[in-house]
């Protein structure tokens, strides 16, 4: 018995994925580099705590940056102490046990970074803290010879 192969004689239609590999590899080595260097917030320089507990930062908190000059920024938006109360009773309308994070700048008056802690306790936040950076420890902690 003789099989009869037929040949066809239209063009073929075959989809090379090697560029679009390649192109998707490139993407995600290009996501890798930048994630880490997203900031999300105002930018700050954070005060040193040598005894800071640390906590891994999920994504999903809701910043309030205090700045040098006093100004507060919630998330990277310029925002008055009147608006941010609005603005976190909102978040906290839909989500009541939301967390939030202040970043106070080293160089900022405390009263200023004080203000934003009593915004959120008059807002009634249930999860507030502090960020800072970790410090070099100091001689206070080392332990003392005689």
Same mark, same amino acid.
């Given at each position: 018995?003789?099989?009869?192969?037929?040949?066809?004689?239209?063009?073929?239609?075959?989809?090379?994925?090697?560029?679009?590999?390649?192109?998707?590899?490139?993407?995600?080595?290009?996501?890798?580099?930048?994630?880490?260097?997203?900031?999300?917030?105002?930018?700050?320089?954070?005060?040193?705590?040598?005894?800071?507990?640390?906590?891994?930062?999920?994504?999903?908190?809701?910043? @309030?940056?205090?700045?040098?000059?006093?100004?507060?920024?919630?998330?990277?938006?310029?925002?008055?102490?009147?608006?941010?109360?609005?603005?976190?009773?909102? @978040?906290?309308?839909?989500?009541?046990?939301?967390?939030?994070? @202040?970043?106070?700048?080293?160089?900022?008056?405390?009263?200023?970074?004080?203000?934003?802690?009593? @915004?959120?306790?008059?807002?009634?936040?249930?999860?507030?803290?502090?960020?800072?950076?970790?410090?070099?420890?100091?001689?206070?902690?080392?332990?003392?010879?005689?």
């Amino acid at each position: 018995m003789a099989f009869v192969t037929r040949k066809k004689k239209g063009p073929q239609a075959d989809i090379n994925v090697t560029p679009l590999v390649d192109i998707v590899l490139v993407l995600l080595i290009i996501f890798m580099v930048i994630t880490p260097m997203l900031q999300r917030g105002a930018e700050v320089k954070l005060p040193p705590a040598v005894n800071a507990e640390s906590k891994e930062d999920s994504g999903e908190a809701t910043i @309030i940056s205090v700045k040098e000059d006093g100004s507060m920024y919630l998330g990277k938006d310029l925002i008055t102490p009147d608006l941010l109360e609005r603005e976190l009773n909102a @978040i906290l309308l839909t989500e009541p046990f939301k967390f939030i994070l @202040i970043k106070g700048d080293a160089k900022a008056q405390y009263g200023a970074v004080r203000k934003a802690m009593e @915004i959120c306790e008059k807002v009634g936040a249930k999860s507030v803290a502090l960020q800072t950076d970790q410090a070099e420890s100091s001689g206070l902690n080392k332990d003392k010879k005689g």
